[in-house]
């Protein structure tokens, strides 16, 4: 048995994945536009069913909203397997040690955030994303922002999941600087 405690792994000896988000179509520019059209409350009931104009537009849409969606998932632009990265394609994964945005798949880090880097996480959720439901979560340290995830759907539990991660790192770094933890 490697570990003590099935599924925990100190960050000292390796790093280990504790969950991973696909942003939503709300991190672009052009989800979020779409997203304010969706919103508009315009319309009836109709038999207990709300007939918006939003409602009707995000019907009428889907064609237009599928490329950019499947765009989001193609690791390599223009085979899944052969060709270059695809910088539209990421996801961000929370570890024992780190928070990262990353390309899938062996793609490789484009920007990272060491747990002991933010003290606290804001959302805000930008015009256009409440729709989806999704947001941005702004790390700070202090009055400083340091890191920004955009488009996190349902930002709520993967803020709680990054803050609890950030106290045990946090918490174990202070341990074993007064010498109560061993390395």
Known sequence: MPQPIA?????SEREATIMTVWPSLAA???GRWWGRRFENRLGMTLFGIPLT??????LVSIPLILPLYFHMLLPRIPGIVFGVPNPACRRYRLTN???LVEQPFGGGEQ?????DRFSAIDIEVQPGQGWYPAGDLVFRDGPI??????GVPH???????CLKAHQVFVGVEKARQLGAVSA
């Open 28 to 30: 672009t520019a052009y």
């Open 97 to 99: 040690r780190r928070v």
């Open 111 to 115: 920007k990272s955030v060491s747990l």
């Open 7 to 11: 599924g925990v792994t100190p960050a």
């Open 53 to 58: 104009l939003g409602r009707l537009l995000a």
């Open 155 to 161: 930002p709520e539990a993967f803020r709680q999941t």
């Open 145 to 150: 922002e340091t890191f920004r995830l955009l």
